[in-house]
C-alpha cells in the first residue's frame, strides 16, 4: 500500500535554531511531491513541488530537497513566524487525481 | 480575489440530519476536490470533479454525495449523517490536475452528536 510518512509528529525549536523535517514515501511511480502549510483553523497553502531526485526548492527560510525515497524540508534560523504544521503529500501518475497525504509535522518556534 | 470559499464555517448536527456544505472559487479551475482531516490521519479525498457537471469518487466517498453544476461551484451533501462524519472538510481546486498546486477553502468544521 501507498504510504506517506512525516516525522517528527511535533518539533520545537528555539528561534534560529536550523532543523530539517522528513517526509518519507514507499509509493511507485512518484509524479511530485509537494509540500503544505497548515496554520490553526486555515486551510493547507502551498510551499513547494519537487519532481525527481536532486531536486531542490527554497522560499525564505524553507528548502525542500528530494531523494527517492525521502524528502526533507531544511528550515533555517526559524521565526516564530514560521510555526505552523508542514504537511507533505505524494501524487502518484499524470491524470491520478489522487494526493496522498502525510499527517503532518507541527513546528513550534520559540521566541 | 477570494480563492475558495466554504461556507459555513462550522455546523452542528444530529445524527440523521442532513446537509450540504458549499465550495466556491473565482480562479476559473476545472478540479476541484473535497478532504476530510482528522486527528492523527492525512487528508483524505471524499470525492472529486474534473471540470463542470463531472463527479468522481475518491478514497472514502461512502455516506457523501456532491454535485458540480456551475464550473465555478462543488458541493458537499450528507445525506443521514453519522457521528463518524465528525470532521474537518477542505475544498480544494488546481488548474490542471496533473501537478498543479492545490488551492485550499480554510475548512467547514462539521460535529454530529
Known amino acids: 500500500e501507498d504510504q506517506v510518512t512525516q516525522s517528527p509528529e511535533a518539533l520545537r525549536l528555539q528561534e534560529g535554531e536550523s532543523s530539517s523535517l522528513n517526509c518519507s514515501y514507499t509509493?511507485?511511480?512518484?509524479?511530485?511531491l509537494f509540500w503544505y502549510r497548515q496554520d490553526p483553523g486555515k486551510g493547507p497553502e502551498f510551499l513547494f513541488t519537487?519532481?525527481?531526485a536532486g531536486e531542490e526548492k527554497e522560499k525564505e527560510r524553507l528548502k525542500a530537497t528530494l531523494t527517492k525515497k525521502e524528502s526533507f524540508l531544511h528550515i533555517t534560523a526559524p521565526k516564530p513566524e514560521d510555526s505552523a504544521t508542514y504537511l507533505c503529500a505524494v501524487r502518484l501518475n499524470f491524470g491520478n487525481e489522487k494526493l496522498t497525504f502525510g499527517t503532518g509535522t507541527r513546528l513550534t518556534i520559540i521566541p | 480575489n477570494a480563492g475558495v470559499t466554504q461556507t459555513p464555517k462550522f455546523r452542528v448536527l444530529k445524527t440523521g440530519q442532513s446537509m450540504t456544505l458549499l465550495c466556491a472559487q473565482d480562479?476559473?479551475?476545472?478540479?476541484m476536490y473535497w478532504y476530510r482531516q482528522d486527528p492523527g490521519m492525512g487528508l483524505r479525498l471524499i470525492h472529486y470533479?474534473?471540470?463542470?457537471?463531472?463527479?468522481a469518487k475518491g478514497e472514502v466517498p461512502d455516506g457523501y454525495n456532491v454535485s458540480r453544476l456551475k464550473k465555478q461551484n462543488f458541493l458537499l451533501g450528507l445525506e443521514s449523517a453519522a457521528p463518524s462524519q465528525t470532521s474537518v472538510y477542505f475544498c480544494?481546486?488546481?488548474?490542471?490536475?496533473?501537478?498543479?498546486?492545490?488551492?485550499f477553502g480554510n475548512g467547514t468544521r462539521l460535529t454530529v452528536t
Open positions: 519537487l519532481y525527481s
Open positions: 470533479s474534473v471540470g463542470e457537471g463531472t463527479t
Open positions: 480562479m476559473n479551475h476545472e478540479y
Open positions: 480544494a481546486s488546481d488548474r490542471t490536475g496533473g501537478g498543479s498546486p492545490l488551492h
Open positions: 509509493v511507485s511511480g512518484l509524479r511530485g
